[in-house]
T-cell receptor, first 115, second 115 residues
Framework: AQKITQTQPGMFVQEKEAVTLDCTYDTSDQSYGLFWYKQPSSGEMIFLIYQGSYDEQNATEGRYSLNFQKARKSANLVISASQLGDSAMYFCAMRETTTGNQFYFGTGTSLTVIP | NAGVTQTPKFQVLKTGQSMTLQCAQDMNHNSMYWYRQDPGMGLRLIYYSASEGTTDKGEVPNGYNVSRLNKREFSLRLESAAPSQTSVYFC??????????????FGPGTRLTVT
């Protein structure tokens, strides 16, 4: 079974609007970490935000927030006030304590911001 | 502080040729990783090294070998390149398992074409 599932291959959002990128995960660990990365067309991988499984509050970093629903095993990325520079691929990833040093990545969502 | 560096940036090989992709990090990270990225498939782990002196197979290790030369350097070798190994290769590093919240840092990638 896939550890990380991103079901939206492509998304469009109007500039200045908010957008939610979906991510569900599969683990039996109690302790794990969830990460989102951005990959612009230039190709580099940029870390955006982290959520720990024991964190009670949803993580926020500027315009990025993570909607963490532990019971549903979802960790959706919310981007507020979209900008043209947000157009990129977005990857959700998980790190478990039992498999420790491996990071599992989803297949990504391509976001296009429309002016 | 260069972060994670990879060489070369681009490479074209003929089927059957061999080559080594080099990766180095200057952040004193314990763990290092090699991924390949193919369209629609996200990042797939080839090999990783949890700490100096150890290496482990990831999801797609066939056709590759790795060497953790020292704490800084982690190389990926293709012994006999095949067209199926045409991909973008990323090296990444992070702190050890004790710091599960720590993100991976990625190199700029190597675009490899096998003809």
């Amino acid at each position: 079974a896939q550890k990380i599932t991103q079901t939206q291959p492509g998304m469009f959002v109007q500039e200045k609007e908010a957008v939610t990128l979906d991510c569900t995960y599969d683990t039996s660990d109690q302790s794990y970490g969830l990460f989102w990365y951005k990959q612009p067309s230039s190709g580099e991988m940029i870390f955006l935000i982290y959520q720990g499984s024991y964190d009670e509050q949803n993580a926020t970093e500027g315009r990025y927030s993570l909607n963490f629903q532990k019971a549903r095993k979802s960790a959706n990325l919310v981007i507020s006030a979209s900008q043209l520079g947000d157009s990129a691929m977005y990857f959700c990833a998980m790190r478990e304590t039992t498999t420790g040093n491996q990071f599992y990545f989803g297949t990504g969502t391509s976001l296009t911001v429309i002016p | 502080n260069a972060g994670v560096t990879q060489t070369p940036k681009f490479q074209v090989l003929k089927t059957g040729q061999s080559m080594t992709l080099q990766c180095a990090q200057d952040m004193n990270h314990n763990s290092m990783y090699w991924y390949r990225q193919d369209p629609g498939m996200g990042l797939r782990l080839i090999y990783y090294s949890a700490s100096e002196g150890t290496t482990d197979k990831g999801e797609v290790p066939n056709g590759y070998n790795v060497s953790r030369l020292n704490k800084r350097e982690f190389s990926l070798r293709l012994e006999s390149a095949a067209p199926s190994q045409t991909s973008v290769y990323f090296c990444a590093s992070t702190r050890g398992l004790a710091e599960i919240s720590y993100e991976q840092y990625f190199g700029p990638g190597t675009r490899l074409t096998v003809t």
